[in-house]
């Protein structure tokens, strides 16, 4: 039974990568007649479709081409306007990102921020002659939830997690927790103020090799083991090595935001807070099942499924990785 449950969890694996966030890129500018527009985006594949923008009225869109790629779909509008456009003016896009980034030199002026959407809609504001400053409790709550949302939908990074919660108890899993949360915040500010840069292709294969190795490492732990001062110090240097190459996942995403110039810093500090609040509830949920199964005298059978299947899944991604990046396609 087992067997075959860990068999249906390696071929249920989702593609894991660093980058959870589904963000759109777009740019307008000036078209070559008068009161014309051309808005490029790029969208991820998954959400691609060829529904209408909402315009402001008194446009039209006048031509639509799009291209897909391996991962991403991108598009050529072309909008003709009857008036001139105003600051309060703005372009509906119908695709259902988590973000964008968005270029506008549509008013004459170089135009460049960071777009959140309201439901499955985003708002291109086509008329900016500036960036909007945002108050400091906005970024907070912003980059907090996107922190909380990376983590939270982030499969590998809650692999890892996984196995560190199976691996320890008490004290000793408070101290791989925040050894693993060091790493990683370390190398996220690194990477993120481009002090670091690592290609992201073989990091991710990493990220996968980190949680095979760490599900076997807890499944090959024994008590005596656990106790040795030894084996804890090479345990958390391990982990705080793995949590740097985590980090640098998480850079990836926070990047991609397209984080305003003068909200780098802020931006960074509420992300990280976000992802370790994250990583915080998911650590209590995990505690609480096992603690559940133990009630039922199912705890350890629950603590060696979810190794084995983390271990199988974490070899199956490191696997697509490699090959990924291999054949170019990463």
Request: charged share 15%.
């Amino acid at each position: 039974m087992l067997r075959w449950l860990l068999l249906l969890l390696a071929l249920a694996a989702p593609p894991a990568q660093a980058d959870v966030f589904r963000v759109g890129d777009y740019a307008i500018q000036p078209g070559m007649e008068p009161g014309s527009f051309d808005l490029s985006a790029s969208i991820p594949s998954v959400l691609a479709s060829n529904d209408p923008l909402g315009l402001p009225e008194g446009c039209r869109e006048t031509a639509r081409e799009r291209l897909n790629e391996a991962t991403v779909t991108r598009y050529a509008i072309s909008i003709d306007c009857d008036r001139a456009v105003t600051a309060e003016d703005a372009i509906i896009t119908p695709w259902a990102v988590d973000g964008g980034t968005f270029l506008s030199t549509a008013t004459g002026t170089r135009v460049q921020q960071a777009l959140q959407p309201t439901g499955d809609t985003l708002s291109l504001p086509i008329g900016a002659v500036a960036a909007r400053q945002r108050a400091l409790p906005e970024i907070a709550v912003e980059y907090t939830w996107q922190g909380i949302v990376h983590i939270l939908g982030g499969w590998d990074h809650l692999a890892f997690v996984l196995c560190l919660c199976l691996l320890a108890r008490g004290r000793y899993l408070l101290a791989l927790v925040t050894t693993f949360t060091i790493g990683h915040s370390l190398s996220l500010a690194l990477a993120f103020f481009d002090i670091v840069k690592v290609p992201v292709p073989p990091v991710e294969a990493v990220i996968a090799l980190s949680i095979a190795f760490m599900a076997r490492e807890a499944i090959q732990a024994r008590a005596e083991d656990m106790a040795d001062p030894h084996g804890r110090r090479r345990q958390l240097a391990v982990v705080a090595g793995f949590g740097l190459l985590h980090g640098l996942g998480f850079a990836t995403v926070l990047r991609e935001l397209g984080v305003a110039a003068d909200e780098r810093l802020s931006g960074l500090l509420f992300f990280n807070g976000g992802v370790e609040l994250g990583q915080l509830i998911f650590v209590g949920c995990v505690l609480g099942v096992i603690k559940l199964a133990a009630i039922f005298d199912r705890d350890q059978w629950v603590r060696q499924a979810a190794l084995y299947g983390a271990g199988i899944v974490g070899c199956f991604w490191m696997i697509e990785r490699v090959a990924g990046f291999t054949l170019g396609t990463a």
